[in-house]
């Protein structure tokens, strides 16, 4: 069975501190070995490099650029017209991503038009972006990076999406038909949007290279009151051998120094239920509070300090 592994999103998480570099080092002081962001091309890439090293961080995931945000742009890859710029745009995201040694790339879909129906338009869109996908295949096949593609929910986040539900990205996938494209599961935007998230995971985890999670509907810290139960779903991706990272997406309403808390007690949990199947990191000789950190270091990818 198959450890998991939480990185930080630091477009969301640290957010009291200005810079990508000081959030970044937060995260590693938080003990965090691996973080993520959505957009980091203003920040520069020589500065990143070095914080990387000197934290020893992993680059778990990195988005496309969105385009013009000020003009209503979220993503270009589905929208037809701007294929240029979404070329450009990935030649940009691979170059950060070589740098920065990030194995992963969110290509971003993009919106419907405003005024646009979107029934009129969804073939155009989707065409657009199956051949979109099948040339950024083509570039991130040569670097050994994956391009990821996801469902966001039309219903609180952004009702103007293309891209809304892991079924419209499986026929999408489908269709373009390459290993080097595959999905990212935000079990926010997929309870949301189609609820059935037991069968929805054990269908497209084989298709699915990232994860995101949040607390629905307030998309606030997994242990938040809500509508999911994350320790149900952990366990659920542990038994499926989920192995790639679970990315830290949410709104926090603790300080930045209690984000360790929910994922204590996810551990707290595992160390209490899992620890006959888990005999390797006990040892009775040693303080409780060690092994539970043994047991963070290995099945959380995190360190904590007591």
Not at 239 to 254: A, M, V
Request: hydrophobic share 40%; charged share 25%; net charge negative.
């Amino acid at each position: 069975m198959a450890p998991l592994k939480f990185c930080a999103n630091i477009s969301w998480l640290f957010t009291e501190l200005p810079g990508v570099t000081q959030r970044m080092r937060d995260a590693a002081r938080a003990g965090f070995r691996a973080v993520e962001a959505a957009w980091i091309y203003s920040s520069d890439l020589k500065e990143l490099k070095t914080v990387k090293d000197e934290t020893g961080l992993e680059f778990a995931l990195i988005n496309t650029p969105p385009g013009d945000l000020s003009a209503g742009d979220l993503g270009l890859g589905a929208v037809p017209g701007r294929e240029q710029e979404f070329r450009q745009g990935l030649d940009l995201a691979v170059q950060y991503a070589k740098a920065l040694d990030c194995r992963r790339i969110h290509l971003m879909a993009g919106r419907v038009p405003a005024g646009a129906d979107r029934c009129a338009v969804a073939m155009e869109m989707e065409d657009t972006f199956v051949q979109n996908l099948k040339h950024a295949a083509g570039v991130l096949s040569k670097e050994g990076i994956l391009g990821l593609i996801e469902p966001i929910n039309t219903r609180i986040t952004d009702p103007r999406y293309f891209l809304d539900s892991p079924h419209q990205a499986a026929v999408i996938l489908q269709r373009v038909a390459h290993p080097s494209i595959r999905m990212q599961m935000d079990i926010y935007h997929w309870q949301i949007m189609d609820g059935n998230l037991t069968q929805n995971i054990r269908k497209y985890l084989p298709m699915t290279g990232h994860i995101q999670i949040a607390q629905v509907p307030d998309r606030h810290e997994p242990d938040s009151d809500g509508e999911l139960s994350y320790t149900y779903l952990f366990k659920l991706l542990e038994e499926l051998d989920y192995q790639d990272y679970i990315g830290c997406e949410y709104k926090p309403q603790r300080e930045s120094e209690s984000l360790d808390t929910w994922l204590y007690a996810v551990f707290n949990h595992h160390f209490y239920s899992m620890k006959l199947i888990h005999q390797d990191i006990l040892n009775v000789d040693k303080s409780m509070d060690e092994s539970r950190n043994n047991f963070a270091q290995k099945h959380l990818n995190i360190s904590f300090t007591f």
